[in-house]
Every structure is written in structure tokens, then in C-alpha cells.
């Protein structure tokens, strides 16, 4: 790990010409130099020739080392770097493994008699339990910070939620929307996937779960019909699934509604409540699916590859259809031959004709979260990337190389994929998606 306070203090007396803002760029292109290159600050530092001390000059050196790959194809990098910000206290502990089983549960008033808790209390016998009138009341006046997200897992709240059930998907400003409407049936997660958004974006206080799933189908009945809806969006739509023993009842619900589908969107392999009932076309199970190698960096605590694609395999022989996101797609070294492992395992495993969907996006986020990234995750890969601010103001790759892999992912598809799979991209722009349309 970069000690940042000494890499300031180094930047500062090299630098000792430049005003406090200049030296703060150049401390973020060092510190991003030193991890992407694996070499000491020293390294770096000494490498700028500082004779004419040109801001422009060292800065555009320094762009020009972090960028390699930018630069060499023309593009332009002229954007403002900020400061690097990283306190060693909010790194996650990756290690043991943990299984879910909270400190403390706290259960809402209105939920107390629920099947939900009377559940915790047997699965959870030395937990501490707790009433309380409300979640909001109860959190409030709680901060929430990255040391506090770190112990998210310690704490559950079975809740009766009374009004926020369904939404349609926020997509970011100028994509193109996939016209997923989620299912707020939990927040939070135990996985530690270094990308993940929720680490930035959710201001739970632990896993919230609702006790009162018979509101959501009430609620449904007057919702838009023929939709794809799911509970993907803020948990993981199944590592929860024996404790709140969602899925065979939302399966039943929608067998009888063969106008609308559902998806369970996870990287478990808790799929045993699901296959305790028949399978049913229009409930589809979905799965992350990235190379082994990626998966082992990046995405701690989640089931292996080989695991997701056998239980894939499962649901597809009990009945259900499936679908996979290669989402986020990260153009690593040797990326390409990676990827076409896990296509080529992905048709080995499961049958061509179940799956309804695939969709492709690449590694996006904001700049806030790339701090807490970089806090949270000394350790992570996936920052060392060419990413620059895109029209939506997040960190993506540029254009040009969406494009390259989008492309190079579409032709492997196309040669195992049923000509009745939907292939789509996520969160991206109308441009993107009209200079590949002829391959979908």
C-alpha cells in the first residue's frame, strides 16, 4: 500500500514551485503511475525533468506515462486530476471468508409478527434483537461512512416497507434504457465485488429486508403489466433467498402472469428454494459472469465460474430460463483470450435455447466512487485502466475502445448464441449502440 501523506510530502518539495492545486494533479498521476507501473514514487519522480518547471510540460509527461494507451491513438487527455485521498482504516478485511449471520437484528414494529423474523430468530440464535418503531427513526442520526459500510454485514433490519415497491430502472443521462424496472426487495449485500456501486450509492446502515412481500404483489397488480422486473438492483436477488424464502412465492405469483417476466439477478449459487417447485418460462435466472482470474481479484466471497454455470445449468433442467451479464467487462492484459474461455464454458455448460438474454457493459463509476474504491480496495486492478469522464460524467474508456470490445464480445456471441437471445449493451450511449446495431 502507497503511504499517500508521504507521496504528497515527496511531490511537494520536488515540486516545491507549483501552488498547492498543480501539486495535487501531480500527485494523482504519480500515485496512479507508481500502482499501474508497480514502481516506487522515487521512480517517478525522479524521471520528470523539472529544469524548465512548466506546469504544462510535467503535467503532459506525466498524462502521457499514465495514458499510454490514449496518447498513442491521438486522443487528447485534458482533464483535471484530484486529490488523492486514502485512509489505510477504511480497507475491507477480505479474509476469512465470511458466511452472513449479523451481530444484531433489528426488527420494525409493524413486522414483528412477520414468518420473516420468527425465521432470524431460529437461524440466527446468538444474534442480539432489537424492536424498533422504524428504520428511518432508528438511522437517522447515524453517519454513514466507508468504515460503517465496511460493517454493513453486522446488522439486519426486517422492516414493513409501505411505499417505495417498484421503480423503473435509473439509467444514467443519454443511454440507451434496457427497460428493467426493480423490485426493492432488500438492500445491501455481503459480497465484496471491488466495482461494486452500492459502496458508493447506498445509504442503508446494514441489510434492510422487508417482511410484507405480499404488498409487492398487491402492488404489482396495479403496476405497469408486461414488464421485466426483478430485485437485482440494490441486493443480491438470491444470497438472501433461505432466509427470506422470496423466490417460490414470486415464482408462483408470476406463473400466473406469463405477460411479465422476472429476473433473479445474482453471482450465488442459492438456488435451492428455487428448484423446490417447478420452473416456469417467464422467471429468468441471471448471472455475472466474468474470467476465473478476474473473479478471484475482484469479486471476493462470490461463487466461483464453474459454480455459477452449474447452477445455471440446474434452473435450465428444472424449467426456468436464463440469461447472463457480462457486466463489467474489464480490458485487462490477455483480456481477449479470457473472455472466450468463459463463452466457450458458458455454451459447454448451458443449453443454447434456455437463455434469454445477454447483456455487455464495460467497468463504468463515478470519480466518488473511485475514492472509495481506492480506500476500500488498495489492492484492486481494475483503477489502473485508460478511463476518462464520459458525456454522463462517469469514468469510462473512451469510445474507441467500448467499441473494440463490444465488437470483439459480439462475435463470440454470434457464434453460440440461439437466434432467439436477446444481445444488449448496458448503460450505453445511442452512438455506441449504432455503430454495432448490425450485430445484434
Not at 506515462?65 to 496518447?71: G, I, P
Not at 489505510?88 to 476469512?96: D, G, I
Not at 478476474?294 to 440446474?314: G, M, P, Q, V, Y
Request: glycine share 4%; net charge neutral; charged share 25%.
Amino acid at each position: 500500500m502507497i503511504d499517500t501523506d508521504l507521496l504528497r510530502e515527496k511531490v511537494s518539495i520536488r515540486f516545491s514551485f507549483f501552488g498547492v492545486n498543480k501539486q495535487q494533479e501531480l500527485s494523482r498521476l504519480v500515485f496512479e503511475i507508481t500502482l499501474r507501473e508497480q514502481v516506487k514514487v522515487e521512480a517517478v519522480l525522479l524521471s520528470i525533468p523539472i529544469e524548465q518547471k512548466s506546469f504544462p510540460r510535467i503535467k503532459e509527461a506525466l498524462v502521457r506515462r499514465r495514458f499510454t494507451d490514449l496518447t498513442a491513438r491521438g486522443i487528447l487527455v485534458e482533464e483535471s486530476f484530484s486529490m488523492v485521498d486514502i485512509d489505510p482504516a477504511n480497507t475491507v478485511l477480505l479474509q476469512p471468508a465470511p458466511s452472513f449471520y449479523p451481530k444484531r437484528v433489528y426488527i420494525e414494529d409493524d413486522a414483528k409478527r412477520s414468518s420473516l423474523a420468527d425465521r432470524a430468530e431460529r437461524l440466527f440464535p446468538l444474534a442480539t434483537f432489537l424492536s424498533i418503531t422504524s428504520y428511518k427513526e432508528k438511522t437517522k442520526e447515524i453517519s454513514l461512512d466507508i468504515k460503517a459500510y465496511n460493517r454493513r454485514t453486522e446488522d439486519l433490519f426486517i422492516v414493513h416497507e409501505k411505499h417505495d415497491f417498484y421503480k423503473k430502472c435509473p439509467c444514467s443521462p443519454g443511454v440507451v434504457g434496457c427497460g428493467y424496472h426493480n423490485a426493492n426487495l432488500g438492500v445491501g449485500c455481503p459480497f465484496e465485488c471491488s466495482y461494486c456501486f452500492l459502496q458508493n450509492y447506498t445509504n442503508a446502515h446494514g441489510v434492510v429486508l422487508p417482511a410484507n412481500i405480499e404488498d409487492f404483489f398487491t402492488a404489482f397488480k396495479g403496476y405497469d403489466q408486461g414488464v421485466r422486473v426483478g430485485s437485482g438492483e440494490l441486493t443480491d436477488s438470491l444470497v438472501f433467498d433461505h432466509i427470506t424464502e422470496f423466490s417460490p412465492r414470486i415464482v408462483e405469483f408470476f406463473r400466473s402472469r406469463p405477460k411479465s417476466i422476472f429476473e433473479f439477478k445474482t453471482k450465488s449459487i442459492n438456488i435451492e428454494k428455487l428448484l423446490s417447485l417447478q420452473g416456469v418460462s417467464n422467471i429468468v435466472v441471471s448471472w455475472s459472469l466474468n474470467p476465473q482470474v478476474f473473479i478471484d481479484r475482484e469479486e471476493h466471497f462470490t461463487a466461483s465460474l464453474k459454480d455459477r454455470l452449474h447452477a445455471a445449468n440446474r434452473c435450465a433442467r428444472h424449467g426456468y430460463r436464463t440469461a447472463f451479464h457480462f457486466d463489467p467487462i474489464v480490458p485487462f492484459k490477455g483480456w481477449e483470450d479470457e473472455y472466450s474461455k468463459v463463452v466457450d464454458l458458458l455454451f459447454e455448460n448451458v443449453p443454447a435455447d434456455s437463455i434469454a438474454w445477454i447483456s455487455l457493459g464495460m467497468l463504468r463509476m463515478t470519480q466518488r466512487q473511485k475514492k472509495v474504491i481506492e480506500n476500500r480496495f488498495p489492492g484492486n486492478t481494475i483503477l489502473s485502466g485508460e478511463m476518462l469522464i464520459g458525456e454522463d460524467g462517469k469514468l469510462r474508456y473512451h469510445d474507441s475502445v467500448r467499441r473494440d470490445v463490444y465488437q470483439k464480445m459480439l462475435d463470440l456471441l454470434k457464434k453460440r448464441c440461439s437466434k432467439d437471445t436477446y444481445v444488449y449493451l448496458c448503460m450505453e450511449s445511442r452512438s455506441i449502440w449504432d455503430v454495432l446495431k448490425t450485430a445484434f
